[in-house]
């Protein structure tokens, strides 16, 4: 089993749909996780955080944390084609990242 | 702040030659990172440097990769001889803790013929 998981994508959504990313990590004891969005030929960037269990919303997007399921996904309401890019899931304590999932918002 | 820089932005280079990939991080960040990309293995960690010092190096593939920080505003990757399997995306990052979020830099794009 690799150390975080992400769903195979590529994942498309229509415009203005709720687009889920889910992501799976090894390690029970990590405490740190963090989605980054890295669109094609860029670096990648922060776009949230979470610490604790529970849900954590920051405008469209909503990071949700189980650490009992050993599970962090990402929601992004109303998604936009400018949403559309890879988004990558990283459980800083032991600093992996995730695959990636790319994410495509048809207009 | 201008952010991590990263230089060369493109290196294209023989097979057999050295190649040196440098980094400036964030003042005042005291964590840097090396990684890797690729389509088929993804972003991969190399090395980290916190203080200065290399904590963790595990991610470096092989004695050919050596990575250094003589100071808290600069840090070295170099591959020496470098191979075709070597072409991918290089980024340095900083942090002012590995439990905080990261800034990449912009990349290197190595090409190796």
């Known amino acids: 089993q690799k150390e975080v998981e992400q769903n195979s994508g590529p994942l498309s959504v229509p415009e203005g749909a709720i687009a889920s990313l889910n992501c799976t990590y090894s390690d029970r004891v990590s405490q740190s996780f963090f989605w980054y969005r890295q669109y094609s030929g860029k670096s990648p960037e922060l776009i949230m955080s979470i610490y604790s269990n529970g849900d954590k919303e920051d405008g469209r997007f909503t990071a949700q944390l189980n650490k009992a399921s050993q599970y962090v996904s990402l929601l992004i309401r109303d998604s936009q084609p400018s949403d559309s890019a890879t988004y990558l899931c990283?459980?800083?304590?032991?600093?992996?990242f995730g695959p990636g999932t790319s994410l495509s918002v048809i207009p | 702040d201008a952010g991590v820089i990263q230089s060369p932005r493109h290196e294209v280079t023989e097979m057999g030659q050295e190649v040196t990939l440098r980094c400036k991080p964030i003042?005042?960040?005291?964590?840097l990172f090396w990684y890797r990309q690729t389509m088929m293995r993804g972003l991969e960690l190399l090395i980290y440097?916190?203080?200065?010092?290399?904590?963790?190096d595990s991610g470096m593939p092989e004695d050919r990769f050596s990575a250094k920080m003589p100071n808290a505003s600069f840090s070295t990757l170099k591959i020496q001889p470098s191979e075709p399997r070597d072409s991918a995306v290089y980024f340095c990052a900083s942090s002012l803790n590995p439990r905080y979020e990261q800034y990449f830099g912009p990349g290197t794009r190595l090409t190796v013929t």
């Open positions: 003042s005042g960040h005291d964590y």
């Open positions: 440097f916190n203080n200065n010092v290399p904590i963790d």
């Open positions: 990283a459980v800083s304590d032991k600093v992996i």
